[in-house]
């Protein structure tokens, strides 16, 4: 199932592994743009993937389900797909396609 | 999907640690500026106020991306992940936001599922029906047409331009997944944009940049954003 990942939790992961008292030592809030901004960690803490490494997809049916998920990227005739289970563990791959650098985050 | 360049400067991408507007904020190393994930705008740093450029993707399963695109790459998975960390919730109908964020525009229910399309000219909202039907709805939004290809079945979801100097009319064929103008005599492959028959000569369809959300999300970033009526 294709689900939205606007409302992306971060910190669901810290607040289930990370004590109540933590929780409240550690957030700060701060106003951005008349919005509260939640700050729960620091950058890196969630690993973005910097060097992605690829198989080609005949060789990678053993490791995905055929309902998985995938976020795909085309550029000229290289096209790669990333699993959405996957970038939501390192939300994400810092990448690139022939020469174009890109940001997959979804 | 960004761009990670500023004018020539390269940069990476990482999670910043932080949410806003009940999202990611992104940050990047090289010039410290904090990134919303959702609109690609810098909201504090160095380059605060300008935009990452964004990069058309569309989504799949695997087994349609291994039928669509045979000689493709797929990511390799470091941990055999299969599921993902967020699947509370994703299933928690009644949670729309962390902080106890309410849905504040009651066009849409809070958690219905939108294809969100951001141009210079305004947002707009694309409702993705629930009936389990293919669709092609044609956008317009300044000068601009764009084609929203859902279907459901196979859980695909793209949006290309409106082909130049090809008739208005574009319909989609749900057994051959084929995007048709009768009128030309011209078909693509739906969901890769590819031109199929007749030689499979001629351009295919141009991609463009969307996200789906949930539609208090979109919302919350797009207060003027206009809906699309369901057809």
Known sequence: MIRPRVAAMVCLALLLCTPAWAQRRNMTRSVVQGDTMYTLGSPGMIPAIMNPEFLPVREARDLFADDEPLLVVQVGDLVRGYST?????????????????????? | MYVRRLDTLEIHLQASGSLWRDALVLHDPETGTLWSQV????????RSGTYLERYPSTVTTFAEFSRQYPQAEVLAKSDGSRGTPYAEYYAGAGTVGIFGTLNQDDRLAGKSKVVG????????????PADGRARLQTVTIGEQTLIVYWNPASETAVVYRHPEGIANELSVDEDSGRIRSVQDGISWDAATGARVGDGEIGDGLDKVPFMIAYWFAWRNFYPHTSVMESR
């Open chain 2, 39 to 46: 609109t690609g705008e810098g909201i504090r740093g160095a």
């Open chain 2, 117 to 128: 399309l951001n141009t210079d000219v305004e947002a707009v909202a694309v409702p993705l």
């Open chain 1, 85 to 106: 289970w996957h970038l939501d563990r390192h939300e994400v791959v810092n990448e690139r396609l022939g020469d174009m650098p890109l940001a997959v985050t979804w």
